[in-house]
């Protein structure tokens, strides 16, 4: 069955780094784009983008360009999202999901990332 | 880019009742129009896409409807396992976006 599943709870200070890794299986994984939704505490799911698992070529929303970057490693099916500078706003839950067309429709358990000093 | 809004933001019903929901896109999005339940604490799952189609192993009691700008999910009778968020979400030249959310609760 398809399954994604995420890494751990991560507390980072503000200005540090953090990864989040995304493992996929139940799938050939290079069929399918990963995207990476955003979820404030309390608030509603926003579209970070997404990265082609096929040519590892990413699409950044608005609003996720320049400290977000998506990744891959294919030969683990898994892939992450880094972000960088890490601010107070930026905690949230993270979570990745395949697309298929144009659909949601398989999605990984959620990484809660915490900043705060 | 297309905005999708939800009404209304929380519906208070009973078990047994029927529940109707709505999501306004800002221009048409055809019928790229996907409905996810997300319970508390938990990932959001997909209930219908394409507007009108339920997703595998989705109980007959959801349906949506709609086309362009207008779209609905209904809820025939409430079960106590669909007290939670809705979302709609939309494609449009391989952007996607999100409504806000619609909250059913328990009355």
């Known amino acids: 069955q398809v399954q994604l599943v995420q890494s751990g709870s991560e507390l980072k200070k503000p200005g540090a780094s953090v990864n989040v890794s995304c493992k996929a299986s139940g799938y050939t994984f290079t069929t399918y784009t990963i995207n990476w939704v955003r979820q404030a505490p309390g608030q509603g799911l926003e579209w970070m983008g997404w990265?082609?698992?096929?040519?590892?070529?990413?699409r950044y929303a608005q609003g996720f360009t320049g400290r977000f970057v998506f990744s891959l490693d294919t030969s683990v099916n898994t892939a992450y999202l880094q972000i960088s500078s890490l601010k107070a706003e930026d905690t949230a839950v993270y979570y990745c999901a395949r697309v298929t067309n144009w659909v949601f429709d398989y999605w990984g358990q959620g990484t809660l990332v915490t900043v705060s000093s | 880019e297309i905005v999708l809004t939800q009404s209304p933001a929380t519906l208070s019903l009973s078990p047994g009742e029927r529940a109707t929901l709505s999501c306004r896109a800002s221009?048409?999005?055809?019928?790229?129009l996907a409905w996810y339940q997300q319970k508390r604490g938990q990932a959001p799952r997909l209930l219908i896409y394409d507007a009108s189609n339920r997703a595998t192993g989705i109980p007959a009691r959801f349906s949506g409807s709609g086309s362009g700008t207008d779209f609905t999910l209904t809820i025939s009778s409430l079960e106590p396992e669909d007290f939670a968020v809705y979302y709609c979400q939309q494609r449009s030249n391989w952007q996607f976006t999100f409504g806000p959310g619609t909250k059913v609760e328990i009355k």
């Open positions: 990265i082609n698992t096929n040519t590892g070529n990413p």
């Open positions: 221009k048409s999005v055809n019928t790229y």
